[in-house]
């Protein structure tokens, strides 16, 4: 009661001081009302001005930050900075931004973000909306944007038609659980995964590439191989599938029981140093191992002789093949390989790794040699070139890949020799390629998902480089 009535005296108090201003300037009583309701028409007028004068003028500063929205690109991570006067706005929000997955955000000093993982492709206007003076209407800023296709999701991904002659499915993929010693230390496995490229899936075209992956317990040797089937020769598909099976075989068989090899081994893995021992081996070495790859090329040339409308070139494929086994000194290995790709001993404690080979390359640029090719078995340095056999104290892994994986991921086979380029590819082996939602790969002992994984990596996106990829692992 007593603040109404403070009120009311302070409004007579104010209404009494504006009669006597009025009298003191000598305004008739007739005219107080007209000069009052004028004056104070003006002074809105003036006032209502001065707002929307304050409120252009912010609009204007805004306006000349010159804003501009980078394009980008549908499901893959999005991020746009700026900064905005923050003593002078309030309320600023982004219109339309939640439609297109993304999200807005400022902070007490006017940095701002717009972030977020685009949802759909076109062009698009948002409008960044804000308060300026009270009382005046929000504004308004119209700011392009566009969204381009994701590449990826402008692949086809046609099946192979399951009638075709020699038919394979698109994906494979397998792990080999190799169960601890009687010391009880974990033991390495092996993680092997092949899939269609995207260049073959938009055409509905067969996978090319094939694996083939075993560890022979009654003899504790592991045995590794990968072919990539020449893209230009119609049936490479089952060449790739003949040689890394024929070799296999050939190992497994010559390895279950071979007590003169392991000797030879066991003779020079104590004695590196002598001469005899080592000829002794290699003996051993070439028959098994070129031995292996002999038989490989013959079984494919048996194969296209049966078919009787095809030639050897049309089975053309590469192949890379090792056999390994750990001895009381060491890791043994002995490896063939004809053709592109790469297959690398990788031991991360010791930062270094070994080629157990050459890519080789054709004629013309962009060439590679083939199993198929008869001269590749003709060439005097036939074995020196492609039969390697190497001791090592242990490693992280040793891995078998075709092109498809070699080349997006060292781009050159000079970076084939470089350990860095080794660690970097270990390393998203491990983590994946989280801004595609591709996942790593667990290489751990007895992780039988490990193989659901590694098909999951071979995924991975990478401009320019769309042929099948197969990789074998031994870690």
Sequence with gaps: MSQR????????????????????????????????RWAMGSLWKDFTELRMNQRLIIENEIRNLGLR???????????????????????????????????FSMSEDGNCSLTGMPAKAGDYVLRLRYETVDGEPASELSIPIAFNPNPRELWKNKPTDPNIPYFKPDMASEYVKVEAGADGLPRKDIVAASQRGRSHAQEGKARDDDFRVHHCPESDWYVMAVADGAGSAKFSRMGSRVGCDTVADHCIELL?????????????????ENTEKRTVLTKHV?????????????????????????RLK?????????ICKRFDFGWFIASFWVGDGAMCLYDDKKKIIKLLGTPDEGEFSGQTRFLTMPEIFRDKDVVSKRVRMTIVDDFTALYLMSDGVSDPMFETDRNLNDFGKWKEFSEHLRSGFPEDGIGGVELSDDNEKAAEQLLGWLDFWSPGNHDDRTIAILY
Excluded: W
């Design 69 to 103: 929205f980078p394009n980008g690109t549908v499901r893959k991570q999005y991020a746009a900075c700026f900064r905005l006067p923050a003593d002078r706005i309030r309320n600023v929000d982004i219109a339309g931004a939640g439609e297109l997955g993304l999200n």
């Design 5 to 36: 009535l403070s009120r009311a005296r302070h409004a007579e108090g104010n209404s009494a001081a504006i009669e006597k201003a009025m009298s003191g300037i000598g305004i008739p009583d007739s005219q107080k009302d007209t000069f009052l």
């Design 314 to 322: 049309d089975f053309a494929t590469t192949l890379m093949f090792a």
């Design 256 to 272: 279950a029981d071979n007590p003169d090899f392991e000797e030879a081994i066991h003779a020079f893995g104590n004695d590196r």
């Design 286 to 310: 070439i028959d098994i191992i070129y031995g292996g790859a002999k038989k490989a090329h013959n079984a494919v040339k048996q194969t296209a002789e049966l078919n009787g409308e095809a």
